[in-house]
């Protein structure tokens, strides 16, 4: 048998389009409506070097005072550093009311520097754990009894100290994740921004949160839907121009990573 005939010729079939997808393809989002979404998500997150990069590239006009914006990436910086003593500073030179009227989001900061003082003390064998004994009881155990989730919180933090860090139960190892401070860094960030009377989260966050929802209830209710959707603001499989909107700063999926890489680099965000 010859080499032309066991030869395998690509299919040119055109892909066939479910009825869903074609009714997504009519209503789909104007360039200008991403661009502005993802200028929002850029402001809200905290990213000025990518928001002015992105002003510049999708030629949107910057209207938020790119000071502000530093202020609470050194605020989220310091977290995610693992100086908390240094972002608390930091947050009330910003407000001193953020803290005082949030007494949650003002513990949580205290017992995440807790846990700092403990992961340093317990990094060497034989630490001396006097200052993280000393900074709980003069930090935190006065506010433990006004909550009793405080107290629970407090005293669980404290079990750190009595078992390695080599050997811990998920519930202790958690604490030590740096997870934990990206997630009180976001609660933060939040308040700031709540301070400021600007929304909390960004529109692109809770337009991909309800796509998500209305996916899930389509999937219950057994609805004629593909068996895969892409997130739904940019076409991954039909759009001509995804490249080229790609290299404006827009990602498919609008990731975090993505967003860090325009200038503002955080290895803390996944």
């Known amino acids: 048998m010859s080499a032309n005939l066991m030869s395998r010729t690509p299919s040119t079939a055109t892909p066939t389009w479910h009825q869903f997808e074609r009714k997504v393809e009519e209503v ?16 809200t997150n905290g990213y000025p070097s990518a ?39 930091k947050i009330n030179e910003l ?41 709980a009881t003069s930090q935190l155990a006065p506010r433990a009894p006004t909550n009793p989730q405080f107290l629970e919180d407090l005293e669980r ?24 401070r990206k997630d009180i860094a976001t609660r933060v960030n939040e308040a700031i921004l709540e301070s400021q009377g600007a929304r909390k989260e960004a529109r692109l966050r809770g337009l991909v949160k309800l796509r998500a929802y209305a996916e899930n209830k389509a999937r219950e209710a057994k609805k004629d839907i593909p068996e ?35 200038g503002d680099v955080d290895p803390m965000i996944s």
């Open 28 to 43: 789909k989002p104007s360039k200008t409506d991403i661009n502005y979404l993802v200028m929002d998500y850029l402001i």
């Open 51 to 89: 928001a002015k990069k992105f002003a510049v590239e999708a030629n949107i006009q910057l209207r938020t005072d790119l000071d502000s914006i530093q202020e609470r990436v050194e605020i989220r910086t310091a977290i995610h550093s693992g100086n908390i003593r240094l972002a608390i500073e």
């Open 157 to 180: 933090t404290l079990a750190l100290l009595i078992f390695p860090s080599d050997n811990l139960a998920p519930g202790l190892a958690s604490l030590l994740d740096p997870s934990l």
């Open 228 to 262: 895969k959707l892409d997130i739904g603001l940019i076409s991954e499989t039909h759009d001509s121009n995804r490249n080229s909107t790609a290299n404006n700063g827009v990602s498919n999926r609008a990731s975090d990573t993505v967003m860090a890489n325009n």
């Open 95 to 135: 407000n001193p009311q953020i803290l005082d009227e949030n007494q949650s989001l003002h513990f949580s900061l205290l017992r995440l520097q807790l846990i700092e003082l403990i992961r340093t003390c317990t990094s060497t064998p034989n630490g001396d754990i006097s200052p993280a004994l000393e900074f």
